[in-house]
């Protein structure tokens, strides 16, 4: 699988646009992620909407999420075809009532389904998004009472959403065959709704040398050369796993 960032910054991070990806397997693409710099990270990429086969979310936070409605709008209006939009079951009423009807409803078009063509993921389930990159979602903490949902992709590759430190399920992933992780991480602590850089770093090497760290904030640069085995993803970076 090749992977690319269309960002790599935290929610407000000015320098590194938000940590979004495209996928690329077989010829096709899936997006991971959607937030508020994708469309103009995209178009620097030369990519148009109409090349993403697939959406996936991770959970709603504008920064994964606020790039929609203009990838909703331009389907519609300027490439007139559906993009597959994939998103845990618990979330797609909360994507749709609490963020994109206010923009995307008419009485035409009502639904989320009139814009996408959804496809409900569950928890633990393998599901194929585009031809050869299957992925399984996994429920992680980030906000309280407010679901959030990593991806562990083809059996060996974890692409943390927002998530709150958890060395039990590194490890777990570890032991299933993980072999690289593209992981969130904050600079300052306490890491009250992310992982800390400080936290990653109480990691056994077996772990750190496997991490990738992204979403993170603007004064990235004074940590370049302090963070042991782990390295930085970078935005616009094409890496094959
Ligand atoms: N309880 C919360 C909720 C939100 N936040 C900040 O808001 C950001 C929303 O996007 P994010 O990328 O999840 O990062 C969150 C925190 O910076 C936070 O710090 N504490
Ligand atoms: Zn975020
Ligand atoms: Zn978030």
């Not at 992977?3 to 495209?22: C, D, E, R, V």
């Not at 790039?67 to 797609?92: C, D, H, N």
């Not at 969130?184 to 992310?194: E, R, S, W």
Request: net charge negative.
């Amino acid at each position: 699988m090749n992977i690319q960032m269309l960002g790599t910054g935290s929610a407000f991070a000015k320098q590194y646009y938000n940590t979004n990806a495209i996928c690329f397997s077989q010829g096709h693409i899936l997006m991971m992620d959607c937030g508020m710099t994708a469309p103009l990270s995209l178009h620097q990429l030369g990519y148009k909407f109409s090349d993403i086969d697939a959406l996936l979310i991770s959970h709603i936070h504008s920064d994964h999420i606020g790039g929609i409605e203009e990838f909703a709008f331009q389907m519609k209006y300027v490439f007139k075809k559906k993009a597959k939009l994939f998103i845990p079951s618990p979330i797609v009423d909360t994507l749709w009532e609490g963020s994109l009807s206010g923009g995307l409803k008419t009485d035409e078009f009502p639904t989320l389904d009139d814009y996408f063509d959804v496809h409900l993921i569950e928890v633990g389930q393998q599901h194929e998004l585009i031809p050869g990159l299957s992925v399984e979602a996994i429920l992680t903490s980030h906000i309280p009472k407010k679901p959030s949902y990593s991806y562990f992709i083809n059996g060996s590759f974890f692409y943390s959403a927002d998530m709150k430190f958890d060395p039990g399920l590194l490890e777990r992933l570890y032991q299933r065959g993980c072999t690289t992780i593209f992981h969130d991480c904050q600079f300052i602590p306490p890491g009250l709704v992310h992982t800390t850089l400080e936290e990653l770093q109480s990691l056994p090497d077996h772990l750190q040398e496997m991490i990738w760290l992204m979403h993170y904030e603007d004064n990235k640069p004074e940590y370049e050369g302090r963070t042991g085995p782990m390295r930085f993803v970078e935005q616009h970076q094409l890496y094959n796993f």
